[in-house]
């Protein structure tokens, strides 16, 4: 059932995208800075703002398992030349993309998606991991660190398929930092 | 090479372009003058169309605006010179009319002109529509040059420069059933885009022959396959997506018949398996004829490809296992049509054996690092199973097919009787190595009626097919297949008299019984067989009369000595020994009356018998001799008595046998047929 509020929400997101629509005809709406203008944004956001962030993280860790699974299997059959391909994509996809997505504190203590966002960041340090970006993987894990301080008991997703307490899973990254 | 899913698209494009024209161009439709601008714009709706289609379209949309498209290029150009430059727009639909060009006629210097033309927007801050164009074009060209590294290079540029930026835009406009609305620009053309990648990657990178390098996009293909080609049939209708195709091809990538994850080896062994579909059908419609040669030919160097480009056994086991399959075609084909044309397959079937020596010695640890890590254990298992069904049956019909050419053939009969021989050979010591109590797991079923078929087709290949002077140790070697033939399938009434004609060939018929008694109390004494029979289990009342007539020795022998047309002999001999039984007693009892009339008569030395002239004395010679007559013809009714008993159970067991229904022609048919779950049981209970 559509409430009032949820009309009242969809008004006022259909109102912030009027001026990109009206600007079609002639070009493409400014959707960069339309989504850097939301990650920057601290404070936590709800109704139809957070669904729609909720969508992209979850998005973003789907693809970042594809990503994944593509880079291992290139790993395993020590294909340096496809993984070079894939590593300068990678390299670009998480330092604009996913750098622009993680880099709002909110969400990583949202309980709506404070676990979507911890996913993804373990996930994204594996990815580190098998590109051998070590300074990358300490780098992720000493923000993990920061961003979940005493919620170690949280439940995260990692390795793929596996869940366990987000402190066991960050020492087991700890060790995945070398061993990769 | 037209795929369906594109001619599918081309159809639904009509309709797509139609509501999509009518909702962008209001203005257009006001003036009543559809333009060049107009379609070029939602080109990436068509683009996809194979080249007639485009061709047939693009011819469509000349006459409907009365500007051929290459003049409307030209015009744009003498109106660049004319005006000392133009808006993007016409630029970036410029490239893209000469993009449809070369699409439409496949002639490359069209495509240069569009790379020429785009190269205005390889700046990465360019809109995301020229943007896209810019990449799409480029992908072509590095197709048409062959060059992979470019081509990966250009569609993931496209990923990052234009579906990235888009995709959280084009969702807030679906939630607001405004992502197909007439302003909101080339977010709209997501799902196409999507499309379009996904047609690229797959179907035009192999129509364009790249068979190297293209596994980077696997993530591609993965990300298109989760929730963006076929998720939006509002706009793109299901059936007219390439999903379902892109499904099949993740299904191969992430399954048993990857090559470790790999897109290049999926989509090459894909094209061949494609080929060896419409070799399949060739053979059925055509038999061996000039055309279907050439496209099994076509099939195997596809095949062979494929085996090139794997780097696991995992991949090495995809190919052989579908190669196999088309080699044991080929063998049934020859022997069917009794045709023996020149048809090379580069394969052999010690290379799959290799193969699978390879996947087994990997089974206690180390499977995943063979190419299975993604696809799992139950891919590997599978991936084993597969590959031993093929070594089978591409086996017994290549072994068949030399039988066969060996009757047809006197004068070189020896010869291809043993190349069966060897054929057949090789799979009994692969299945002796492999096929272990332990195996379930990596070895099929049905490997063991196959064994059976093989051990049988040795023997009859030296004993049955009568190979000119088959040597002594050619004989025992018979003579041991048919006794694994017997372990294997027992329940093949002919099988046990081809074991006694082996033994007589050696002159040991005597030791029939030694050897297949041990057999023969494994099938009478099985708790298998016996639960199989109590659950009614499939061939139950078959199973069941072998079980009960190889638990009598008699019938053990008639198996092995009389043959079916020798029943009603047994049966007549049956009435015989009934008829020496009664003269018998007659005889005995009057030769008892007359002892008994002279001792009643006359209990003196010499008695007459009851009628008085023939009563015998008793302690004559008469007597003494009836004395004997009797004692011996106790012997011999007691002898005949146990006779009759035994043929009068044994006969009528014997009977059931040979009248039982035989299992073999079913399971040769059906390989998953539940009774091969049997026999594996069986074997290994003796």
């Given at each position: 059932m559509t409430t009032n509020r949820t009309l009242a929400l969809r008004a006022l997101a259909f109102a912030a995208i009027v001026p990109f629509l009206a600007c079609a005809g002639s070009g493409n709406p400014d959707f960069e800075s339309m989504e850097s203008a939301n990650t920057v944004e601290e404070a936590p956001l709800g109704g139809e703002a957070l669904a729609q962030r909720r969508m992209d993280l979850d998005r973003a860790w789907r693809d970042l398992m594809h990503f994944e699974a593509t880079m291992e299997s290139m790993v395993d059959r020590r294909d340096g030349r496809s993984v070079a391909l894939l590593d300068g994509f990678l390299d670009e996809y998480m330092g604009t993309h996913l750098a622009a997505l993680l880099r709002p504190q909110w969400q990583s203590s949202h309980p709506e998606v404070m676990a979507l966002d911890a996913n993804l960041r373990f996930l994204q340090a594996e990815l580190f991991a098998q590109m051998r970006y070590t300074r990358r993987v300490q780098e992720s894990i000493d923000d993990i660190e920061n961003r979940f301080l005493?919620?170690?008991?949280m439940l995260v997703e990692y390795p793929r398929g596996e869940q366990r307490p987000l402190g066991e899973a960050l020492q087991m990254l700890r060790d995945r930092k070398w061993s990769s | 090479m037209t795929s369906d899913p594109i001619r599918i698209l081309g159809l639904a494009a009509a309709s797509v372009m139609a509501v999509l024209l009518f909702a962008a161009g209001s203005a257009q439709a006001n003036a009543g003058q559809a333009t060049w601008d107009d379609y070029l714009d939602f080109a990436y709706v068509f683009s996809s169309a194979d080249s007639e289609q485009l061709m047939d379209r693009l011819d469509g949309y000349a006459a409907e605006i009365g500007l051929p498209l290459d003049a409307y290029v030209k015009r744009t150009i003498e109106d660049r010179e004319a005006k000392g430059g133009e808006e993007s727009s016409v630029t970036r639909r410029r490239a893209i009319a000469q993009l449809l060009q070369y699409l439409s006629t496949r002639e490359p210097g069209y495509l240069d002109k569009s790379v020429d033309t785009i190269e205005?927007?390889?700046?990465?801050?360019?809109?995301h529509e020229d943007r896209y164009w810019y990449h799409y074009i480029h992908a072509h060209r590095a197709l048409e040059r062959g060059s992979d590294t470019d081509f990966v290079q250009h569609v993931l540029g496209l990923w990052m420069d234009v579906v990235v930026p888009l995709e959280s835009p084009f969702e807030t406009l679906q939630a607001l059933s405004l992502?197909?609305?007439?302003?909101?620009?080339?977010?709209?053309a997501l799902p196409y885009v999507f499309e379009n990648v996904a047609r690229l990657s797959l179907l035009r990178s192999q129509e364009m022959g790249?068979?190297?390098?293209?596994?980077?996009l696997a993530a591609v293909v993965r990300l298109l396959a989760d929730?963006?080609?076929?998720?939006?049939p509002d706009v793109i209708p299901v059936e007219a997506s390439v999903r379902d195709y892109l499904e099949r091809i993740i299904a191969r990538l992430e399954g048993p018949e990857s090559d470790g994850g790999s897109l290049t080896f999926t989509l090459v062994l894909f094209e061949a398996t494609k080929l060896h579909d419409e070799s399949r059908g060739l053979l059925a419609?055509?038999?061996?004829?000039d055309k279907t040669i050439a496209s099994i030919r076509a099939a195997s160097s596809a095949y062979g490809r494929a085996i090139d480009l794997a780097e696991t056994p995992s991949g090495q086991a995809a190919v052989y296992t579908r190669v196999l399959r088309q080699m044991g075609e080929v063998f049934a084909a020859k022997q069917r049509l009794g045709v023996d044309p020149d048809v090379e397959v580069p394969f052999t079937i010690e290379g799959a054996l290799q193969v699978y020596g390879m996947l087994h010695d990997a089974?206690?640890?180390?499977?995943?690092?063979?190419?299975?890590?993604?696809?799992?254990y139950e891919s590997y298992l599978e991936s084993m199973r597969g590959l031993w069904e093929e070594i089978q049956e591409a086996t017994l019909n290549s072994a068949d097919y030399y039988l066969s050419r060996a009757l047809e053939d006197p004068a070189r009969s020896s010869e291809l009787t043993r190349n069966a021989a060897r054929l057949y050979a090789r799979y009994l010591s692969h299945f002796e190595r492999?096929?272990?109590?332990?195996a379930t797991d990596y070895v099929p079923d049905s490997a063991y009626f196959a064994a059976y078929e093989a051990a049988r087709g040795y023997g009859d290949a030296f004993v049955?097919?009568?190979?000119?002077?088959?040597g002594p140790a050619e004989i025992q070697l018979a003579v041991e297949r048919y006794q694994l033939a017997l372990r294997a399938?027992?329940?093949?009434?002919?099988?046990w008299p081809a074991l006694t004609t082996a033994l007589e060939r050696r002159g040991?018929?005597?030791d029939f019984l030694a050897l297949a008694r041990p057999i023969a109390e494994t099938v009478s004494g099985s708790r298998h067989a016996a639960s199989w029979i109590a659950q009614n289990g499939p061939g139950s009342r078959t199973i069941a009369t072998f079980r009960k007539g190889l638990g009598d020795e008699l019938v053990l022998m008639y198996m092995g000595f009389a043959d079916a047309s020798g029943l009603a002999e047994l049966e007549k001999s049956l009435d015989d020994l009934k008829q020496r039984r009664g003269q018998l007693r007659t005889k005995l009892d009057q030769l008892a009356s007359r002892r008994d009339a002279n001792k009643r008569s006359n209990p003196g030395p010499a008695a007459m018998g009851p009628g008085g002239d023939d009563a015998v004395r008793f302690g004559t010679a008469e007597s003494r001799r009836i004395a004997r007559e009797l004692e011996d013809g106790g012997r011999q009714l007691s002898k005949l008595e146990k006779q009759i008993a035994a043929r009068a159970r044994a006969l009528p067991l014997f009977r059931a046998v040979v009248e039982s229904e035989e299992l073999a022609p079913e399971l040769r048919s059906q390989?998953?047929?539940?009774i091969h779950t049997l026999l594996r049981r069986l074997y290994h209970e003796g």
């Open positions: 005493g919620r170690e008991n | 205005v927007f390889a700046d990465e801050n360019s809109r992502s197909q609305s007439a302003n909101s620009g080339f977010v709209s790249m068979s190297v390098g293209l596994d980077p929730q963006r080609v076929g998720a939006h419609s055509e038999g061996l004829s089974r206690d640890g180390g499977w995943a690092k063979l190419g299975f890590r993604t696809s799992g492999y096929a272990t109590a332990d049955a097919y009568g190979v000119a002077n088959p399938f027992p329940f093949d009434r002919t099988l040991r018929a005597n390989r998953q047929h539940p």
